[in-house]
């Protein structure tokens, strides 16, 4: 039975293999060729280039078809030749996925095959990032060929200015006949990883916002908007939001937050437009600083263990000896395998490059090292620059005297980025404090680079008011009003007046009051009260703006007014009780005396003549006591016609 089984799986394979070599799909079992390459990108100053490769291919085995996809950098792609030696080749451009088609000779499809290919064409190289240009380029790739060797050169015009290199460092760099060179090449493969070339130190992107804030429940509600914030490479400048917020302020985790009162079953169509300053950074990590000598307060905030980032989500081992930079470096490789580079960060899943920073940040935080996520936009897939900034997550790490250092697995998997930060990344909000998910909205934003210069914030008009209210003789509340301009994010803010008092960083555009209670003689002075930047020594190394104090004596007057009235009103119910004569009051007397009436009390009935001089009969009655009111309730009483009964009391 099993020797049965073995005949019927190797005739079942061979019927299989005939029919996948009849219907040409012989593929399927193809191990693939292998091929050398030269290529020569030679990039002008307006950025158009022309691009060269050559290429030896050997062909293993008949896996290579009619057709062959050959990849193409840049956009307009123009001027195409193809050429096996001296011979045109037959091709099509496909310019929607950036492909020339070529039609490969018969000769050359056979097994074992070596043949030799030139490709050359045109075609605009660098992206328009505003003020600073990007050539990003990936390893040639072919389908079913590996790559043997490689080289790869990138000539650019000195009028571009000189370029910043991302990622994958170039073998040699050196200027020859008005040109930059930068070799990359890998003798024993494909080259390592992708070619990031930056023209230009930093750039400015616009940012503008249109979305409706909408309150679906019954009841008031404060519904919040995040603008773009502060990072360790960009730098924002608030213009302006429409309708004014109800309060606008920085959050915890140091994002512009807009804050708006939305009625039951309302909304609010908001509009607000910030320009950021991107710069392209790399970090001095070259210090010896330990996790013991990191800030306290940030190691309290973001190094907490959440349900969204747990320590050691990441197995890495660390030594105690290690620096915080040599932590860092470890967990971020870690981070960087099995990446998945999708990312959709508009769902409640949020997966993808968000759940590869997640296990970064979480990780840190268990070596003791604070870190947090940068939600953003990034204008590069890893391999090229994309036409339009697509929603992306990265991670910062903090490191002693250097600050907040950028760290992105994802891209970082196509190439090294270890150590810099580049215009390639815009965040959009800052997230470390808590597991709610920031009030960002990707889809608000319409960004677009900018060749213009930013606008310069001009902090001196801040206005600044001061009044002391006067509540009683010796006690006043200091109120201080700031209204920011529009501008900048200021940090390190502080006022004084008797005393400093440090208030932090203020979003633009935020107005804040500050109180504080005044005693005695300092209740009625009229101090100057200053705003400006406090530094290390608490003293101001930038005056802002100040204004002098004025009283108001308003809370005063009228809490003595409502005490006055108090008092009027419980003098004069005291005289109204004491005048007002008691009513159905009965006589005061003891209860045990009886009461006779002043006309004889015999049993017979008595007659004596009225002031009219008729006759009147009285009757009989009993005493009367008040032992028993029951008993005087009913008593027969005396009928008494016109005057009325007077008694004695005994």
């Given at each position: 039975m099993r020797k049965f089984s073995s005949v019927s799986f190797v005739l079942a394979a061979c019927l299989i293999f005939i029919f996948a070599s009849l219907i040409g799909v012989s593929s399927v079992f193809a191990t693939g060729g292998e091929f050398t390459s030269k290529s020569t990108y030679d990039v002008g100053a307006?950025?158009?280039?022309i691009v060269t490769h050559e290429l030896r291919l050997k062909n293993s085995d008949k896996t290579l078809g009619e057709i062959l996809n050959f990849p193409v950098l840049g956009v307009k792609t123009s001027d195409v030749s193809v050429k096996r030696g001296a011979d045109e080749?037959?091709?099509t451009v496909d310019e929607n996925v950036g492909l020339i088609k070529i039609t490969v000779p018969v000769e050359n499809r056979a097994a074992s095959s070596e043949w030799e290919l030139?490709?050359?064409?045109?075609s605009?190289?660098?992206?328009?990032?505003g003020k600073v240009k990007a050539l990003q380029i990936a390893p040639l790739t072919l389908e079913n060929y590996q790559a043997k060797s490689q080289t790869e050169s990138i000539l650019a015009d000195l009028k571009l200015g000189f370029g910043i290199v991302r990622g994958l460092e170039p073998g040699s760099k050196n200027i020859t006949a008005g040109k930059q060179v930068f070799d990359f090449s890998n003798a024993s493969g494909p080259i390592a990883g992708t070619a990031t070339i930056l023209f230009g130190e930093s750039t400015l992107l616009r940012a503008d916002y249109e979305t409706t804030l909408t309150n679906n429940g019954w009841w008031w509600k404060t519904i919040t908007l995040a603008l773009p914030p502060d990072t360790n490479q960009q730098k924002v400048f608030l213009k302006s939001i429409e309708p004014k917020p109800s309060n606008l302020r920085l959050d915890e985790d140091g994002n512009i937050v807009a804050e708006y009162r939305i009625g039951p079953k309302k909304s609010v169509?908001?509009?607000?437009?910030?320009?950021?300053?991107?710069?392209?950074?790399k970090y001095d990590l070259k210090n010896d600083k330990k996790t013991s000598d990191i800030d306290k307060v940030l190691v309290e905030r973001y190094t907490k263990q959440t349900d969204k980032w747990q320590h050691n989500s990441l197995q890495v081992d660390v030594k105690d000896s290690e620096t915080v930079v040599e932590i860092i470096r470890k967990v971020y490789e870690k981070s960087k395998e099995n990446v998945d580079v999708s990312v959709d960060l508009s769902t409640s899943e949020r997966t993808g490059a968000l759940t590869s920073v997640d296990k970064l940040v979480g990780t840190l935080r268990g070596k003791g090292i604070p870190a947090r996520v940068v939600l953003g936009l990034t204008s590069s897939n890893g391999s090229k620059i994309t036409a339009q900034p697509k929603p992306h997550a990265w991670a910062e790490a903090y490191v002693p005297t250097v600050g907040w250092v950028t760290l992105d697995p994802t891209l970082g998997s196509k190439s090294d980025l270890f150590g810099t930060g580049d215009v390639l990344h815009i965040g959009m909000a800052l997230w470390g404090m808590r597991d709610d998910f920031p009030p960002v909205d990707f889809g608000a934003a319409k960004v677009n680079y900018s060749s213009e210069e930013a606008q310069k914030?001009?902090?001196?008009?801040?206005?600044?008011?001061?009044?002391?209210?006067?509540v009683l003789p010796g006690l006043a509340i200091l109120s201080v009003k700031i209204s920011m301009p529009p501008g900048n994010i200021v940090d390190k803010t502080a006022i004084k007046s008797s005393k400093m008092m440090k208030l932090g960083s203020l979003a633009p555009l935020q107005t804040i009051i500050v109180k504080s209670p005044a005693f005695l003689g300092s209740a009625y002075s009229k101090e100057e009260v200053k705003f400006g930047i406090v530094g290390a020594e608490n003293e101001f190394t930038q005056e802002i703006a100040s204004a002098k104090v004025d009283l108001n004596f308003i809370p005063m007057i009228v809490l003595a007014?409502?005490?006055?009235?108090?008092?009027?009103?419980?003098?004069?119910?005291?005289?109204?009780?004491?005048?007002?004569?008691?009513?159905?009051?009965?006589?005061?007397?003891?209860?045990?005396?009886?009461?006779?009436?002043?006309?004889?009390?015999?049993?017979?009935?008595?007659?004596f003549s009225s002031s009219s001089g008729e006759a009147t009969n009285i009757p009989n009655h009993e005493t009367i006591s008040h032992e028993n009111p029951a008993a005087t309730n009913t008593a027969q009483k005396p009928q008494i016609k016109k005057k009325p009964r007077r008694y004695l009391i005994q």
């Open positions: 307006d950025g158009s280039g080749i037959p091709k030139k490709v050359i064409y045109k605009q190289l660098l992206s328009d990032l169509k908001v509009s607000a437009s910030a320009e950021l300053v991107i710069n392209n950074v914030s001009d902090i001196n008009q801040t206005k600044l008011s001061a009044r002391k209210y006067q007014a409502v005490l006055t009235m108090l008092l009027i009103i419980v003098i004069i119910r005291k005289r109204t009780r004491k005048n007002k004569k008691p009513q159905n009051e009965v006589a005061k007397f003891p209860l045990n005396h009886e009461i006779s009436p002043i006309y004889p009390t015999d049993k017979s009935d008595q007659n």
